[in-house]
């Protein structure tokens, strides 16, 4: 009777040792639940004279400490994450390909322009003053259809990203496949009474993850097993042990996902810059040629808008560049379009204007990215709390558990000290 | 829960993100100090990076300004010293009128007199064939072509103005056309005219020439003479106002890179503090870290 009771105690301390063990072992795993045995005192012994005896402790769960519901907080804010960094990344690309304020930018070179239009005012005759002209002309054009090629390459960067998601043995199916899985399983190891405390985890981790690439929302379909339904799709993405490939269409994807979206759609925020872009050349052409080439004759810009390129018209050369009328001195166009730097309305603004645009949406995304990090951060630490694994308190529990099967070796022995002096030392008299 | 329990990996986790946090900063404040500017990309603060293109774009044009006001000086200073020739010109056209007019002079003296204004009208014609940069002073925005042909004294140029813009919607014009001081093809009174019908009566040597050089001849030379004084003082008003206007872009330039700098430019000083304030936070925060992630209560179990 004893001897079983303190058998009892040793195999259940050495459980609980176990799992200290094991959270100790997994202290730095990522999505790592820490886990606890929980420890009953097995069913007493009724004594015929009444009054119950104890017989010891057994182990009935180990069970995973966490809180579903700061799960679902960090995911919501994991989405904003998510959306967040991909949005100021992508617009900060954007911004790196204005490279304004600098002399490399679209600002300077259309302050030469201008500028070259007055030099050429002063000397309307000069050869050089023409070639300057006709020089800066082709720089700030090749500028423009730069920077629009680079906005253009952010776009498709996006597109290419969201492909590389999206498509067949990508991430999104990748974590649906080993969701399905792990429902599977999950589902295997309940149906036997078992619990699956680290595929559990690792299931969690997977919607983390998901969380991050796109609103994630998730329902109990019982008995272990989840249904996952992705970026507010009509169907689920995974039910149970089954995953839908392709993936039904999103409605509100959210996350990196919905921000990938954006920056690829030709609605989007990357297409709204080229837009803004294409109206700077498109105004620039016209009100350039309406002062140079009042009479609809050769014009000195040339916008195709189909293909957002802006040229010198290929007609104008150094040698037939018109500074004004007809006489050689005569300036009045070029300095007309001198005239036309920093007007207001004029080209200049338009392009401050998309400069402003750009920064201060830029200047936004960071925030709201870092604000969604901040706020991530502070539920992942209420989650860490919770489900973490304090080496301090696992090392306490060492002790205790350790002191515990030492307590409990101790009374094996007393009884075991009883047994002997009944066994050896009882009726020996006479031996 | 009371008290919530702190996990280790809560202490690196957040450890790691306060470190970050202060290298990012730190790597904008070096980043402030190696460029000497405030803003390097719009996004540092967008309104101030658009009030600084638009400064740029001030700046850019008040340089023009300044550039086309002094192209303006040079070709005014030159007109001055052409005019300046040409008022000599026509004081030694009253000088030999006066010595021909003298009745006293014989007709011999009279064709001497008269031969060496002749060639004082080619020397004007010479002159208002003054060129700048290879351009005609004088013969309007047809600046390449001589006012005046050898043999002619029709005005071959046109009657343009030559611009320079010194301002935002401020034209000067710079120029005097020789069809105003010298004429055009005779009988027009100007200068030109005038000493052709001296010449031609100092030649004549009738009673009427005669008094024509005592009286009239005179009165339209002074009247030339006059033009050309004219003509100085419009040439010189207009450099006047290209200097004054020269100073006022350079101080309005001035100005507006003040205004650059103060918006573009990083203020040393509190950069340098920011730095050093950062890096002594920074040096804490890994004090700090090494500290509490080091320590467990592993150290103190045996």
Known sequence: MGLHTSLRGLLAEQRALDVTSHNVANANTQGYSRQEAQLQATDALALPTGGQLGTGIDVTAYKRIRDSFLDLQYRAQSMQVG??????????????????????????RLSSFWSSWADLANAPDSGAAKQALIENARTLASSVNALDSGLAGVSTQSADELTAITATGGELQQIGKELAGLNGAIRDTERVGGQPNDLLDRRDVLLDRLSQLAQVSVADNGAGSIRVTVGGAGAPLVDGSALTWPPPAMTSPGGKLGAL????????????????????????????????????????????????????????????????????????????????????????????????????????????????????ESIEDRRQSTAGVSLDEEMTNLIRFQRGYQAAARAMTTTDTLLDTLINRTGRVGL | MSTPRITSSMISRSTLADLNDVATRITDTQRKMS????????????????????????VDGLVQYQRN??????????????????????????????????????????????????????????????QQGGRSLFAGTATDVKPYAAGSDVYAGDGGDVVRSIGPGVAVVVNVRASDILGSGGGDGKMLSVLRDVSAHLRGGTSADQAALG????????????????????????????????????????????????????????????????????????????????????????
């Open chain 2, 35 to 58: 460029t000497g500017k405030q803003l390097t990309r719009p996004s540092d603060d967008p309104f101030a990076v658009g009030r600084a293109l638009g400064l740029h774009t001030e």
């Open chain 1, 83 to 108: 959306a967040g960094t991909t949005r100021a990344d992508g617009l900060s690309q954007a911004e790196l390909r204005l490279a304004e304020p600098g002399d490399n930018g679209i600002a300077a």
């Open chain 2, 215 to 302: 009286g009239g001849d005179i009165a339209a030379v002074d009247r030339s003479i006059d033009d050309l004084l004219g003509a100085r003082a419009h040439i010189g008003a207009v450099a006047n106002r290209l200097s004054a206007a020269d100073d006022r872009l350079a101080e309005l330039e001035g100005g507006a890179r003040e205004l650059l700098s103060k918006t573009e430019d990083a203020d040393m000083a509190s950069t340098l503090i920011d730095y050093s304030m950062q890096q002594s936070v920074y040096q804490s925060a890994l004090k700090a870290g090494a500290g509490i992630v080091q320590s467990s209560l592993l150290d103190f179990l045996r």
């Open chain 2, 69 to 130: 006001s002094a192209d303006g000086e040079s070709w005014t200073a030159a007109s001055d010293t052409a005019l300046g020739t040409l008022t000599d010109i026509a004081q030694r056209g009253r000088e030999l009128l006066v010595r021909g007019a003298n009745g006293t002079a014989t007709a011999g003296e009279r064709a001497v007199v008269a031969d060496e204004i002749d060639q004082l009208i080619e020397a004007a014609k010479q002159t208002a064939n003054s």
């Open chain 1, 261 to 376: 979206m954006d920056l690829s759609s030709p609605t989007g925020t990357i297409a709204s810059y080229r837009g803004d872009l294409a109206n700077f050349a498109q105004a620039l052409t016209t009100q350039v040629n309406a002062v140079y080439n009042p009479a609809a004759g050769v014009d000195f810009l040339a916008y195709n808008a189909g293909t957002a390129t802006l040229t010198v018209n290929p007609a104008v050369t150094a040698a037939n560049v018109r500074a004004g009328g007809g006489a050689a001195g005569d300036n009045s166009a070029a300095l007309a379009l001198s005239e036309l730097r920093g007007r207001s309305g004029g080209p200049d603004d338009l392009y401050s204007r998309l400069v402003t645009r750009i920064g201060t949406e830029v200047a936004d995304a960071r925030r709201g990215e870092q604000n969604a990090t901040a706020l991530s």
